[in-house]
């Protein structure tokens, strides 16, 4: 097939298929599972551990009946982990910081399905946590530094400043392609706004 004059070839979407993230995201959620379950069934061995069963939730803020609680996590956890998924398979987060947020959230929800509480074994002056919470915590953090460093997408407002950099940048004829152009092989000057 011969190359038309003119075109440049397209090329490949940098961003990976949805497929392509399952198998990282969910070898990232096993490693902190089973970070944390075993860490729990060992917690009594370790000398400077203080195993204890926290029935609360979010560190011991929140509390109520157990079957409730467990069926508010299922859902918060489906709903949740729907978003993440989502903003893994946009770019807009990361897979670590998705598998630490599910990893975690699972790992306190097996506890609190199997046992009715969760372990907490690593002592502070303030309280007890587990790894699950770790993981917990850090995929905050982590989720809080995507939103605040990820340039955001341009609203409707933007556009005619949008359209004014990209012709400052990439004058007409040289076949620069917009991002939400449907034909990216058209050069910018046969754009139609």
């Not at 069926?71 to 903003?87: C, E, P, S």
């Not at 012709?167 to 058209?186: H, L, M």
Request: proline content about 10%; charged content about 15%; overall charge positive.
């Amino acid at each position: 097939m011969a190359a038309m004059k003119g075109v440049r070839p397209v090329r490949p979407d940098p961003t990976p298929s949805p497929r392509s993230m399952t198998l990282p995201m969910a070898v990232g959620v096993t490693v902190v599972l089973v970070a944390d379950q075993t860490s729990k069934g060992w917690a009594h061995t370790f000398p400077w551990a203080e195993p204890v069963a926290n029935p609360d939730l979010a560190l011991g803020v929140a509390g109520g009946k157990p079957f409730l609680l467990t069926t508010v996590m299922i859902i918060a956890l489906a709903v949740f982990g729907r978003h993440l998924i989502r903003k893994v398979h946009t770019g807009q987060l990361s897979v670590a910081v998705a598998a630490l947020l599910l990893g975690g959230a699972a790992g306190n929800l097996i506890d609190r399905a199997l046992l009715g509480s969760v372990r907490d074994f690593i002592p502070t002056p303030w309280l007890i946590f587990n790894l699950a919470d770790v993981a917990l915590l850090a995929g905050v953090i982590g989720y809080f530094l995507f939103l605040r460093l990820l340039p955001r997408p341009p609203s409707r407002a933007d556009q005619p400043v949008r359209r004014v950099l990209e012709v400052c940048i990439c004058p007409p004829g040289f076949g620069c392609r917009q991002a939400n152009d449907r034909n990216p092989t058209r050069p910018l000057s046969d754009h139609r706004s």
